[in-house]
């Protein structure tokens, strides 16, 4: 499975990105404000649900939640700034997606070290919750998938969100079935492989555009 949408143009699509369209821009915000308010009260839910339940994969889709609400706070800071800002942007979002997976690696190794059982109820109950939260923030990010590094990062945010769900719902009923934790920590490491595969993506086209940027502001020549 693509880890954006679509394929790659080359350099026509950074060119493009370099003159963003102020109507986009526009209703980026406001659904920017929407999704960040869903995923605030995710994370306080989540996390409480997931501490309590003692679920590792509740536990990192939280703290994800709580990841995204500050990446959708610092896209809206950057929304009216150039195109050097807002790629900024995307390469600080992008390194945080690969902390944030390598914390559910180390997260992943505790709970082998000291095991115990979270609750399949729950873990479902919650993951459905969380499920409908993130499907109906990549519905409305939807249409700015293809826009600038800091655009896509987003919209890739919110969608491997809504995979990590549904994983956790799968692994509840795993866990309900197993009597075992081990479905809950082979959903957790899945999704600490998503958010390493999605940061070095993310970091990969912002790489890019910042250093076309430095081209068109360096005054480079064709040769």
Known sequence: MAVLPGHDHGDSRVDSCCAPDPAQFAGFRRVLWVVLAINLAMFVIEAGAGIGA??????????????????????????GMGARWRTGAALIKGAAMGVFGLWVIGATLWSLIYEGRPSAVVMGSVGVLALAANVVSA??????????????????????????????????????????NWPDL??????????????????????????????????????
């Open 54 to 79: 003692q679920s590792v994969s509740l536990q990192a889709d939280a703290l994800d939640f709580l990841g995204d609400s500050a990446n959708y706070a610092i896209s809206l800071f950057v929304l």
């Open 186 to 223: 082979g959903v957790a490491a899945i999704m600490a492989g998503l958010a390493l595969f999605a940061s070095a993506r993310v970091l990969t086209i912002a790489a890019r555009e910042w250093r076309h940027q430095g081209e068109v502001h360096g005054g480079a020549r064709p040769g």
């Open 139 to 180: 519905y409305l990010l939807y249409r700015f998938r293809e826009g600038d590094a800091n655009m896509r990062s987003v919209w890739l945010c919110s969608r491997n969100d809504a995979i990590g769900n549904l994983a956790v719902v799968a692994a509840a009923s795993g866990v309900f079935a197993t009597g075992s």
